[in-house]
């Protein structure tokens, strides 16, 4: 029943024995007709311990019989459908175990979890009980002890909806919370491999987006030290594939050297973003390379139809994780030739190999970044050579459906970037993936979800449209066309007529959504910064470059609204708080211009400025303005330019060096 889903997740299981059903309705009805409990399967096309089941249990006859004759079985791409995964993920919690996937849940025809964990192998090992006697353990009790069961799944539900209640007491928040939270974040960095500390380590964005705003744009700060730490470590080490380019997951270890090899393209959005920021701490050369090596892999291995860009990588190619990347010395040996000796120590490759025999290539012994530059040029045309001979080998599968948020992220990164660099190319890629979002793939004003072959999942989550919004503003300020703001109002209101929770918050389905046993909120922070964070920034930042005092009303009553239920999710409220930065810092600068020549050198001077809680706009001089609702008298001398923040505006500024100053003060 799987074969004609949008999802390749879905896809790749269309052949088990196992007679899986896509989540709806129409699966839960069957259940209740045939009164047996539900057993959802969640997961996502790149994962590894998903597929190690897959083969493990779902394509093995004896157990799908056992699926077959006592469950109705789902099977959910989280990716797809990430508001199913976050109601089940948050019943695991709630049942004290530790989240992951492949998520296995049990739930009654209402869809109400009564039980689940995660990765189950065909045997009891590893202290796991084995799949097939959970199996027959549930189905006993589904049969034997109901009352057991209705009791669990009441107090789960209950406790979930809790979860997803607006919060009734709202509390304002403070000037003084993103610098205890930067301190907190601080303390728990690992000073010798960046990050935080121990292992496995994931680039988490918001947390290092917390330092980097901490930094104030000054590199000897301790937040900017901890914040490049790991920028360099990261680019140093296996989790990053320096012969193809882009970033994988996470590292499995406490050094950044073995990835968990799947490369997602959220994390790739955030690290080029990332990069950008650390060279303007830091300029080198290193992070310079990165950043197009990166943004070439995903042009070349990434971008599909329209110019919009796949979800992932696997971490498996012919059924063994991370064998594309992994090289053994002896075959560096006879690609390179007599040039190989100076590779072979600079990457680390060694006859005994860095990974279960083979060799991740990486730079950790290197010094520091300059010397890594070094390294990486005089290896260009070798790394050149490993790349052709790569591809020649059976590639990872790819995840090739376009998900609006993530390309969301991706977009602001490439016009940013494209900006901050002066590359025009970059800021056509983030153009032509931002149109054939919200103009091929949306119908009208309303986005879709996902996309693919043809086939949309609508509605659209809180998340598409709080990335949409914000990549809008990134490239009407990298191309200085005010044409990329047309949708941005109506998609605000869409975000208050269906995602509000009425209380100054939002939830991360629509009113249109199709019922689910909760509604869940877009608070915390999972891989990527939650919805209503970003929702958060962009209303501090369109409202600054509108001046809709409305919007900026909106920007304070959700702020106090997070403010009210974040407070228990620590790091996971990592994006409210940079949001709240920006809330209380937020800079917007006007340019009074004629023409783009003569605003060139005021917008120098905003590329390699510290512009993290900053908007800015082009004016002509002839224009009236206002800053949310202040008059503001227009200059006399042209071009020059005003800075406006907490409802106050500079003088005008005559000239780039005014600026520069200004804005370091």
């Not at 997602?264 to 950043?291: E, Q, T, V």
């Not at 709080?466 to 998609?491: C, F, H």
């Not at 990592?574 to 809330?583: E, P, T």
Request: aromatic share 10%.
């Amino acid at each position: 029943m799987l074969e004609n889903e949008s999802s390749p997740y879905l896809v790749q299981h269309a052949d088990n024995p196992v007679h899986w059903r896509p989540w709806g309705q129409p699966a839960l009805d069957e259940a209740r007709t045939a009164d047996k409990p539900v057993l959802i399967s969640i997961g996502y096309a790149a994962c590894h311990w998903c597929h190690v089941m897959a083969h493990e249990s779902f394509e093995n006859q004896n157990i799908a019989d056992l699926m077959n004759a006592h469950f109705v079985n789902i099977k959910v791409d989280r990716e797809e459908r990430p508001d199913i995964d976050q109601i089940y993920m948050a019943a695991l919690h709630a049942m004290g175990e530790q989240g992951g996937w492949p998520l296995t849940m049990f739930t009654d025809s209402d869809g109400r979890p009564f039980w689940g964990g995660t990765y189950f192998p065909p045997e009891t090992k590893f202290g796991r009980a084995g799949f097939p006697d959970v199996l027959r353990a549930i189905s006993k009790a589904w049969k034997e002890d109901r009352t057991r069961i209705d009791t669990n799944g009441t107090a789960l539900t209950r406790h979930l909806n809790a979860q997803s209640s607006a919060p009734e007491r709202l509390t304002q928040p403070n000037d003084k919370q993103f610098s205890a939270f930067a301190d907190a974040v601080l303390n728990i960095q690992d000073p010798v491999n960046g990050g935080t500390q121990g292992a496995p380590k994931f680039p988490n964005a918001a947390l290092g987006e917390a330092l980097a705003r901490a930094s104030a744009g000054t590199s000897d700060s301790p937040y900017a030290q901890a914040f490049l730490k790991q920028m360099e470590r990261m680019s140093l080490g296996g989790i990053y594939d320096h012969v193809g380019g882009g970033l994988a997951r996470y590292s499995v270890d406490s050094q950044w050297l073995v990835p968990h090899f799947e490369k997602m393209l959220y994390d790739n959005a955030h690290y080029l973003r990332h990069l950008g920021w650390a060279y303007k701490l830091n300029p080198s050369h290193l992070f310079r390379k990165r950043i197009e090596q990166t943004i070439a892999w995903l042009n070349r291995e990434m971008q599909v139809t329209g110019g919009a860009y796949a979800s992932s990588l696997d971490a498996d190619s012919e059924g063994e994780e991370g064998k594309y990347y992994v090289w053994t010395a002896a075959e560096i040996q006879q690609l390179l030739g007599a040039d190989d000796q100076d590779f072979l120590a600079n990457y680390d490759i060694t006859e005994h190999g860095n990974f279960e025999g083979k060799n991740i290539p990486n730079l950790l012994h290197l010094a520091d970044v300059d010397q890594a530059s070094t390294v990486y040029d005089n290896s260009a045309t070798g790394l050149l050579t490993l790349l052709s001979q790569r591809e020649s080998r059976i590639p990872p599968g790819r995840d090739d459906k376009i998900l609006m948020d993530w390309n969301g992220y991706l977009i602001r990164a490439l016009a940013e970037l494209g900006f901050q660099f002066r590359n025009e190319t970059w800021i056509e890629n983030s153009a032509s993936a931002f149109h054939y979002i919200s103009e091929s793939i949306a119908e009208g004003l309303d986005l879709a979800h996902s996309f693919r072959s043809g086939t949309a999942v609508r509605p659209a989550m809180a998340t598409d449209y709080a990335s949409m919004i914000n990549a809008a503003i990134s490239l009407a300020e990298a191309t200085r066309e005010q044409g990329y703001l047309d949708k941005v109002p109506a998609w605000f209101d869409k975000l208050h007529d269906e995602y509000t929770d009425d209380n100054g918050g939002y939830y991360l389905t629509s009113t249109k959504s199709r019922a689910l046993v909760i509604r869940p909120r877009c608070d915390m922070d999972e891989a990527n910064p939650s919805a209503a964070s970003q929702i958060l920034e962009a209303l501090v930042r369109y409202s600054s470059i509108s001046g809709d005092q409305k919007l900026l009303s909106k920007a304070w009553d959700l702020a106090a609204n997070l403010n009210s239920a974040t407070g228990k999710y620590g790091q996971a409220g990592a994006g409210f708080i940079n949001a709240l930065h920006s809330l209380f810092n937020h800079k917007h600068i006007k340019i009074f211009a004629d023409n783009a020549d003569t605003a060139n050198p005021y917008l120098d001077v905003i590329r390699s400025s510290w512009n993290l809680a900053t908007s800015f706009e082009i004016s002509k001089s002839n224009k009236p303005t206002n800053y949310l609702g202040i008059s503001i008298e227009l200059p006399e001398v042209y071009p020059c330019a005003i800075i406006c923040t907490n409802q106050s505006c500079s003088l005008p500024l005559k000239t780039p060096e005014d600026l520069a100053r200004e804005l370091r003060t």
